[in-house]
C-alpha cells in the first residue's frame, strides 16, 4: 500500500488499495466461518468497493495534511489505512439506512436487504424472504461497523496516535447512530419543525460526513486545540450543507445521477429541512396546501403526485430558503477555515470540497 505521490491531496486510489487490502486480511477469518457467511461478506466487500466518492477518508486525508501531515513521511500509509476505515462506518451507515427506509437500490444496485431477499426467493427456501434479507443486511452492516473498528486499531499508527484518536472515533460511531435514532423518532412524534430536522442532520450527516473526519486527521497529526475547533466549525456548516443539498436531490434529483427512485424522500416520508420549510410556508399563507403537503408524505405517490408536491414545495418558496441556507452555511464553514492554521494547500482542497458540496448536480 503506497500514498499518493508528491503533493497530491486527494487519497482516493490508496482508499481503494487499503480498503481491498483490509478485505483480503479478513478472508482467512470468514473461510474458518465457512457456509454461505464467506459469499455474503463477498457481498458486502463488492458493496464497498463498487461506489462512493469516498468523501469521509478525503476530508480525513486533508485535514491531516492541513494540520502538518506529511504525505511521504513514514507514517503516511497507516494514516491512510485509518482514514480509509471511514468507509466501513459509511457502510454500515447505508446498510441499515436502506432498511429502515425501505429502499430498494442503492448506486443503481438493489440494496443488500434486497438482494439477499431475492437469494432467498430463487432459492425457494423456507420461511419469508423479506425476513431473510433484513436479517442478513443487519449483520452485513453490523459487520462493517466491527471491521471499521478492526481497520483503524490495525492501521499501524502509533499508539500516541490511537489515544488522541480513540474518543473522536467513539463520539463519531455514538453521534452518527444517535442522528439515525432522531431521524425515525421524528417520523413517528410528528415533529415537523426545522430546528428538529437541523438537528437530524448534524448528527446523522454533518458530524460524521466532514465534521469527525476533519477532526480524526486533525488528531492523528497532533494539532491544537485551535485548529481542532476550526475544523469542526467548517465541518459542521459544511456537513449540513451537505445534507441539505442532499434533501434537494431526495426530491428532485435524476435517477441516473443519484441511483435511487426520484422524489424517494417524499415517498419515505423523510422529514426534511426542505420539507419543514413547505410546510412552515403553508400553514402561514395556505392551510388546504399544508394539508395536502402533511397528506403527501409518506403516502405511496404515483410519478404525478411526486411532480405536484414538487411543484408546491417550489412555489412555496421553500427550495429558494434551503439553497439560501446552504450558501450561508458555505460562507460560515470558509470563513472559520480561512481563519484556521492549516496549511495553504490544505485550506484551496477543503475550499474546493466545500464548493463542489453546495453544487451537486440534481
Known amino acids: 500500500m503506497t500514498t499518493p505521490p508528491g503533493p497530491t491531496i486527494s487519497p482516493l486510489p490508496a482508499v481503494e488499495a487499503a480498503l481491498r487490502g483490509f478485505f483480503e486480511s479478513r478472508r482467512p477469518l470468514t473461510e474458518a466461518v465457512g457456509g454461505t457467511f464467506t459469499d455474503a461478506t463477498a457481498t458486502l466487500e463488492a458493496f464497498v468497493l463498487r461506489g462512493g ?12 495534511l492541513g494540520a502538518g501531515g506529511d504525505p511521504n513521511g513514514g507514517d503516511a500509509d497507516a494514516v491512510l489505512r485509518a482514514c480509509a476505515a471511514l468507509e466501513l462506518v459509511q457502510a454500515c451507515a447505508l446498510v441499515h439506512d436502506d432498511i429502515i427506509d425501505s429502499s430498494a437500490t442503492r448506486r443503481g444496485f438493489p440494496t443488500l436487504h434486497v438482494e439477499f431477499a431475492h437469494r432467498h426467493s430463487v432459492g425457494g427456501w423456507a420461511g419469508d424472504p423479506g425476513k431473510f434479507g433484513e436479517s ?9 461497523l466491527s471491521w471499521a473498528d478492526d481497520m483503524v486499531r490495525e492501521s499501524g499508527v502509533d499508539a500516541a496516535a490511537q489515544a488522541r484518536i480513540a474518543p473522536v472515533w467513539s463520539a463519531m460511531r455514538t453521534e452518527v447512530l444517535g ?3 432522531l431521524d425515525i423518532s421524528t417520523e413517528v412524534t410528528g415533529d415537523e419543525s426545522v430546528a428538529a430536522a437541523l438537528r437530524i442532520n448534524r448528527y446523522k450527516t454533518a458530524a460524521y460526513t466532514i465534521e469527525r473526519p476533519l477532526h480524526l486527521g486533525a ?19 459544511i456537513g449540513i450543507a451537505f445534507q441539505l443539498q442532499d434533501d ?10 443519484t441511483g435511487k427512485p426520484s422524489g424517494d424522500d417524499l415517498r419515505e416520508g423523510k422529514r426534511t429541512v426542505l420539507f419543514a420549510e413547505a410546510l412552515v410556508r403553508a400553514d402561514a399563507s395556505d392551510p388546504g396546501t399544508a394539508d395536502f403537503l402533511r397528506r403527501g408524505i409518506g403516502a405511496d405517490l404515483t410519478d404525478d403526485q411526486v411532480q405536484r408536491m414538487r411543484q408546491v414545495i417550489t412555489d412555496l418558496g421553500a427550495v429558494d430558503a434551503v ?8 460562507t460560515a464553514g470558509l470563513r472559520a ?3 484556521s492554521t492549516a496549511t495553504a494547500a490544505a485550506k484551496d482542497e477543503l475550499r474546493a470540497m466545500a464548493v463542489a458540496v453546495g453544487r451537486r448536480s440534481a
Open 337 to 339: 477555515l480561512d481563519a
Open 323 to 330: 439553497q439560501a441556507r446552504i450558501d450561508d452555511l458555505t
Open 136 to 144: 442478513v443486511a443487519i449483520l452485513l452492516g453490523d459487520l462493517a
Open 219 to 237: 488528531a492523528l497529526a497532533g494539532a491544537d486545540d485551535a485548529l481542532i475547533a476550526a475544523y469542526r466549525e467548517f465541518g459542521t456548516d
Open 248 to 257: 434537494l436531490l431526495g426530491v428532485f434529483g435524476d435517477p441516473a445521477v
Open 179 to 181: 442522528g439515525q435514532y
Open 53 to 64: 466518492k469516498r468523501v469521509r477518508p478525503a476530508f480525513a486525508w486533508t485535514g491531516w
